[in-house]
């Protein structure tokens, strides 16, 4: 069964950094595309970033320049460093890897953006 395990959420003031991971099992992780999407309370849930197998990137217009998508083939992860961040970054972020009719999630991690 495929895996995406999310971590390195928490608690951040305003304007600080944190560093998203997504590690993957039981998956040929270099032929899919992976993204991160996250969810506030009371909103759909939207696209943060993506990245494809070829590593060309796509972000939210709310996030370009603060966030920066990459991944790690030989370590079937991938991440998202979010600087500058603000109060409305604060949502459940969630992993996603996509191929062809395949479409997995994560758990998610919880991102909260306070003083």
């Known amino acids: 069964q495929v895996q995406l395990v999310e971590s390195g959420g928490g608690l951040v003031q305003p304007g600080g950094s944190l560093r998203l991971s997504c590690a993957a099992s039981r998956i040929i992780f270099g032929i899919y595309a992976m993204g991160w999407y996250r969810q506030a309370p009371g909103k759909q849930r939207e696209l943060v970033a993506a990245i494809t197998r070829g590593g060309s990137t796509n972000y939210a217009d709310s996030v370009k320049g603060r966030f920066t998508i990459s991944r790690d083939n030989a370590k079937n992860t991938v991440y998202l460093q979010m600087d500058s961040l603000r109060p409305e970054d604060t949502a459940l972020y969630y992993c996603?890897?996509?191929?062809?009719?395949?479409?997995?999630w994560g758990q998610g991690t919880q991102v909260t953006v306070s003083s």
């Open positions: 996603n890897a996509h191929w062809n009719v395949d479409d997995y």
